[in-house]
């Protein structure tokens, strides 16, 4: 009788344990879907609507939720930009650090793909332009 009793602990325990683990999941994702703070530490992500107006051969500084630069100030950026798939259509960009030197020279990004900005550091602003026909993109940094 003894035995059976000490199973049946064991297992009201690994249940109970395994309850608490799962409320703390949720809890957590929960926390992390909902809460814009947390959400946007662990998944950063800064968005550019842009409106070209007129066929032009020049570079158009991009603006990403209202400041001139991006700065991937944690772990957690992908650091990659995103040509949103509604975007009129390709774009040209370049990345320039703060001397205004070219960091990533110009590469091609097509509405619905993303690019890997590979070679930028953690803690430093870069600025970015766009070259693009005329028309609406929406421009994103993960």
Known sequence: MNMLNSKFKKIGLSSAIFVILTITFVCSYQVYQNV??????FSPKII???AIEKETDEWNSIKFDGQDYVKFDTVFWDK???ND???AGNVLVKVKDEQGDIV???FQVSPGNSKQLIGLNKDKQYYFEIKAAKGQFTINAI
């Open 36 to 41: 814009e703070t947390v959400h946007n530490y």
């Open 48 to 50: 550019s609507v842009m």
């Open 80 to 82: 990659t930009i995103i």
């Open 85 to 87: 798939a509604n975007s």
């Open 104 to 106: 990533i020279d110009e």
